[in-house]
């Protein structure tokens, strides 16, 4: 029992590392040859897992050329349009001026139930009122609605608005993130008054604290500590 | 770029790698065929101690390259060819001409099926 223990880390391990090689994007949303990817290795790692008659090498080497052509395929995809859709496909607009193609549904075989619940999952009841729906190679619908239906946003409403940039966490439950205080372009000093002004004594007492660049500051006191 | 060819070079290490071992594996096997029929003409003519020298040189190249041979093949083929070198062996000390025949010529036929579904052949890809 030992070896499919030590195998199964041994495993993780390496399929941790190749996914990890491969790009953020892998982790997300599958494109077709992904999924296909993601399926045959699952399946590949099980085997040598369970049955220790089979040599480990037996399921890394595959596991090894899957992952490395799955790169070929990512970059060549990444550097042709005409390789990107032979391989992944186009989208599908299937909403077009609040009519639906169901030439298109029926091509990609996408049901009226499964677009109905799509669109409701992104706030939309009324098919009348989107301007485009588009199935995108991934699966995922994105919807666009007519100009007078989308929410306004400050611009369109004249108001003025202060950029506060992104917030740093500077303590993470009682540790300070020296990377980020710097980043920040602040110190030691700053970050006591900082605890002094929120009535901690120690970093140990915070459980979070961010400061954005407008020099805004979030403090949560950790629970439990006087 | 540079990720492409990371990969490829991947790719041709691997087809390399196993390439090589398929005809590492076909030499290593063929050396010990030889030297099994060669104990079994021995052991024709009733030279039982030449022949028990000759199975016992193979089992001993068989044990050296155990650690590699078990990394690379299928427990149970490895573990096959392990028992039928001890049963030959055995069969030699009992001086049973009959049984050792057959015996060694189910060894020699386990190792030429072994070394066989490791060649690149359409036969075996199909």
């Known amino acids: 029992m030992v070896i499919a223990f030590v195998r199964t880390i041994v495993l993780y391990l390496f399929i941790i590392a190749g996914i990890r090689l491969m790009g953020k994007r892998q982790v997300g949303e599958l494109e077709p040859s992904e999924l296909v990817l993601a399926l045959i290795i699952a399946d590949l790692a099980a085997v040598p897992m369970q049955d220790f008659g089979i040599p480990l090498l037996s399921g890394v080497i595959p596991i090894l050329t899957l992952l490395a052509i799955t790169m070929i395929i990512s970059m060549l995809s990444m550097k042709s349009v005409k390789f990107r859709a032979l391989l992944c496909g186009r989208p599908s607009i299937i909403v077009e001026n609040g009519k639906l193609h169901q030439r298109e549904m029926r091509k990609n075989r996408f049901t009226v139930d499964e677009l109905m619940e799509e669109l409701r999952m992104k706030g939309v009841t009324d098919i009348s009122t989107v301007k485009y729906a588009i199935l995108e190679t991934n699966g995922q619908i994105s919807v666009l609605p007519y100009s007078d239906q989308k929410p306004p946003i400050a611009a369109d409403v004249n108001i003025q608005t202060t950029e506060s940039g992104l917030p740093l966490v500077i303590i993470n439950d009682g540790r300070v993130l020296e990377h980020n205080l710097k980043t920040r372009g602040y110190d030691e000093a700053w970050l006591g008054k900082q605890l002094q002004a929120h009535g901690a004594k120690t970093p140990k007492e915070v459980y979070l604290l961010t400061a954005d660049e407008g020099g805004r500051v979030y403090f949560a006191a950790k629970e439990g500590q006087e | ?126």
């Open chain 2, 1 to 126: 770029m540079k990720r492409i060819w990371i990969a490829l070079a991947i790719l041709l290490a691997i087809l390399a790698g196993t390439l090589a071992h398929s005809f590492y594996l076909a030499g290593f096997t063929r050396n010990l065929t030889v030297l099994l029929e060669q104990a079994e003409v021995h052991a024709e003519q009733e030279d039982w101690e030449t022949a028990a020298k000759l199975t016992q040189d193979a089992y001993d190249r068989w044990q050296k390259k155990d650690l590699y041979l078990h990394i690379t093949l299928r427990h149970d083929e490895t573990d096959a060819i392990h028992i039928g070198l001890q049963e030959v062996a055995e069969l030699i000390q009992c001086k049973e001409g009959g049984e050792y025949s057959a015996a060694n010529a189910r060894l020699i036929a386990n190792l030429e099926l072994m070394v066989e579904e490791e060649q690149l052949s359409l036969k075996n890809v199909l």
